[in-house]
């Protein structure tokens, strides 16, 4: 059995997913959205989301991580804050040891409900019905969970990439 852990980056929600692995059966952990303060100036938010993602990994010991790629939108001063809790996403895993993939929103829809343009609605009634028992509370957490739902059936894949990487 594994644990594997999904993110869906957001500066404001944060969405994160826990599901272990066996075979091809998959079973929800928790899941939930570290919410931060928009008040706050971007730094201290950073440091909220990097405080409260390295206590859920050492709290719940995933072996690997799994971040949703970023799309690019028209406000570039709002791509460009999702892209600071991106990066956030893929450091705290690393700094602690976890090989990190990445994802695009396609893909990861696509290995869930089975086509790339499905919508969130259909993302999560298709996450509930392959983690049953899961309580998903928002949108974002059951985005996390399809991330790692998706890293759970491409991650053999995702390993060698990550090895290429680190060889070269």
């Not at 594997?4 to 998959?26: C, S, T």
């Not at 859920?56 to 072996?63: E, G, T, V």
């Not at 809790?85 to 929103?105: F, H, M, Q």
């Not at 509930?128 to 974002?140: E, F, N, T, W, Y």
Request: aromatic share 4%.
């Amino acid at each position: 059995m594994i644990r594997l852990l999904g993110i869906d980056p957001g500066l404001r929600f944060m969405g994160w997913g826990l599901i272990d692995v066996e075979g091809n059966r998959l079973q929800h952990v928790a899941s939930g959205v570290i919410a931060t303060d928009g008040a706050e100036s971007v730094p201290l938010r950073l440091c909220e989301l990097h405080g409260a993602l390295q206590k859920l990994i050492r709290d719940y010991r995933p072996a690997e991580a799994a971040v949703e790629e970023t799309y690019v939108n028209r406000n570039g001063a709002s791509t460009l804050k999702l892209g600071y809790a991106r990066g956030v996403a893929l450091l705290t895993p690393a700094y602690e040891g976890l090989p990190v993939a990445e994802y695009g929103a396609m893909m990861v829809k696509k290995s869930v409900v089975g086509t790339g343009a499905a919508t969130k609605e259909q993302v999560t009634m298709m996450v509930k019905r392959l983690l049953p028992g899961a309580v998903i509370h928002k949108a974002d957490a059951s985005d996390a969970l399809a991330v790692a739902i998706c890293h759970a059936h491409h991650r053999e894949t995702a390993r060698q990439v990550m090895s290429g990487r680190r060889m070269a």
